[in-house]
Nanobody, 124 residues
């Protein structure tokens, strides 16, 4: 099974950019579709972006389309989330998740493996 560790969160100003990383260990990273989700206090965990195990397909929530980009480097066992033009609505804990042979699922129930999360706070 895969273990996931997110990094790169922190405090930024509105309009800034940030890159989140999710490092995988345990083997077989190239077999996992990967997703990013986020959750704010009192809200449901929501889909942000996903990428298929081969990297050929990507999906985005409407709220981040055109601002966020998900990529993966299978040689480094890492998935990235580039976030541009951040705003206060993007403030949340961000989680990466893995789905064996996933094609880029948008529902959290599809993912078996989850990281611990990294906090992103955008000040306006």
């Amino acid at each position: 099974q895969v273990q996931l560790v997110e990094s790169g969160g922190g405090l930024v100003q509105a309009g800034d950019s940030m890159i989140l990383s999710c490092a995988a260990s345990g083997g077989g990273f190239g077999s996992y579709g990967m997703g990013w989700f986020r959750q704010s206090p009192g809200k449901e965990r929501e889909f942000v972006a996903a990428i298929s195990y081969g990297g050929g397909r990507t999906y985005y929530a409407d709220s981040v389309k055109g601002r966020f980009t998900i990529t993966r480097d299978n040689a480094k066992n890492t998935v990235f989330l580039l976030m541009n033009n951040l705003n206060s609505e993007d403030t949340a804990a961000y989680y990466c998740a893995g789905e064996l042979w996933g094609s880029g699922s948008t529902g959290p129930q599809a993912y078996r493996y989850w990281g611990q999360g990294t906090q992103v706070t955008v000040s306006s």
